[in-house]
């Protein structure tokens, strides 16, 4: 079965600073892979999305991830975070059938001045 | 742009009571999903419907109820509350397939005393 693994539940680093979010993911064949970001009292909103290609997936606000298949990995990442990225991010990936997504469990990030 | 609107933002229950949440989607999407949030636990899909009318069980539907008697409204009830539960309850449509984006709304809050 498709599973998604955020292994560290929170991440803290200071505006400026790099980040890297990291996702690990279960599945048979090649997957879609979703970053999606929830801010607070918010329902989720989508950052970025692979589906094939370049491993190299830009998103919104600068974010960008990383598709690797050997690894079986998603990695999130921003060269430089603002205190306004202090959210919840999950990674997601679709069943094979496509009618549901499977979430990881989230990872909170908070950015401090 | 379309919006998802989720009611009430706030739902406060006594231990054995039915309780019902509703949401409404602009977008026309065929696609709708109930995920249901606890802390630490990332999303989990409680029912999805693929059309007016169609129910299709998650992994948690147990102990829930849905309804999807209009293309633009899928309402969800719980039950039989159980007492100290809190979660929040997150709505989400999608124009087919979980293999395309989500749009969400900002969720209800459930508290049971």
């Known amino acids: 079965a498709q599973s998604v693994t955020q292994p560290d539940a929170r991440v803290t680093v200071s505006e400026g600073a790099s980040l890297q979010l990291r996702c690990k993911y279960s599945y048979s064949a090649t997957p879609y892979l979703f970053w999606y970001v929830q801010y607070p009292r918010q329902g989720l909103q989508l950052l970025l999305k692979?589906?094939?290609?370049?491993?190299v997936v830009q998103g919104v606000n600068s974010f960008e991830a990383e598709f690797s298949k050997s690894n079986s990995s998603f990695h999130l990442q921003k060269a430089s975070v603002h205190w306004s990225d202090s959210a919840v991010y999950f990674c997601a990936l679709p069943t094979s059938s496509g009618q549901k997504l499977v979430f990881g469990q989230g990872t909170i990030l908070k950015v401090y001045l | 742009g379309g919006i998802i609107t989720q009611t009430p933002k706030f739902l406060i229950g006594q231990e054995g009571q039915k309780l019902t949440l509703k949401c409404q989607q602009n977008f026309n999407h065929d696609t709708m999903y109930w995920y249901r949030q606890d802390s630490g636990k990332g999303l989990r899909l409680i029912y999805y419907?693929?059309?007016?009318?169609?129910?299709q069980k998650g992994d948690l539907s147990e102990g829930y109820d849905a309804s999807r008697e209009k293309k633009s409204s899928f309402s969800l009830t719980v039950t039989s509350a159980q007492k100290n539960e809190m979660a929040v309850f997150l709505c989400?449509?999608?124009?087919?397939?979980?293999?395309?984006?989500?749009?969400f709304g900002s969720g209800t809050r459930l508290t049971v005393l």
């Open positions: 692979y589906y094939s290609g370049d491993p």
């Open positions: 989400a449509s999608s124009i087919q397939t979980s293999a395309e984006t989500l749009y």
């Open positions: 419907s693929i059309t007016e009318n169609d129910l």
